[in-house]
Nanobody
Framework: EVQLQASGGGSVQAGGSLRLSCAAS????????IGWLRQAPGKEREGVSS???????HYADSVKGRFTISSDNAKNTVSLQMNSLKPEDTAVYYC????????????????????????WGKGTQVTVSS
C-alpha cells in the first residue's frame, strides 16, 4: 500500500520555524520526485518545493531563501525546513510524489495544483500568526 505520511505542522508566530516531514512507503522511493504543495483558505493549491532523485530542487519564488527541502533516501523521507515564516505561509501543506519530475517543475514554477502527481499524502496544517 502506497503511503505518504506528512507530519510537523503546527502554529508559530511570524519569524518562527517549522520542519515538515514526509515519510514514503509502498513504492520505490528513488524512482520518484517528492515535494510539497499548499492550499491557503480561499485559494487554489500551489506547488511550494520539490526534490528529485538526482537532487534537483525547485522552489516557489515566495519561499526561496526561507525554505529548504532535503531527502533522506535511507529513511525514505523528504523534509521541508521552513524558516522566517510569514502569515501568508498559512495553509494546509500536502506531500506528493510523481514519477515524472517535470510535473514538479510545472507545479512549483507555475504555482499550479499539481495535477500530474501520482500519490498524495494527507495535509498538515501550518498556521503563522502575526
Amino acid at each position: 500500500e502506497v503511503q505518504l505520511q506528512a507530519s510537523g505542522g503546527g502554529s508559530v508566530q511570524a519569524g518562527g520555524s517549522l520542519r515538515l516531514s514526509c515519510a514514503a512507503s509502498g513504492f520505490t522511493f528513488d524512482d520518484y520526485a517528492i515535494g510539497w504543495l499548499r492550499q491557503a483558505p480561499g485559494k487554489e493549491r500551489e506547488g511550494v518545493s520539490s526534490i528529485s532523485s538526482d537532487g534537483t530542487t525547485h522552489y516557489a519564488d515566495s519561499v526561496k531563501g526561507r525554505f529548504t527541502i532535503s531527502s533522506d533516501n535511507a529513511k525514505n523521507t523528504v523534509s521541508l525546513q521552513m524558516n522566517s515564516l510569514k502569515p501568508e505561509d498559512t495553509a494546509v501543506y500536502y506531500c506528493a510524489a510523481t514519477a515524472l519530475s517535470e510535473e514538479w517543475a510545472i507545479a512549483v514554477l507555475t504555482r499550479t495544483p499539481g495535477y500530474g502527481m501520482d500519490y498524495w499524502g494527507k495535509g498538515t496544517q501550518v498556521t503563522v500568526s502575526s
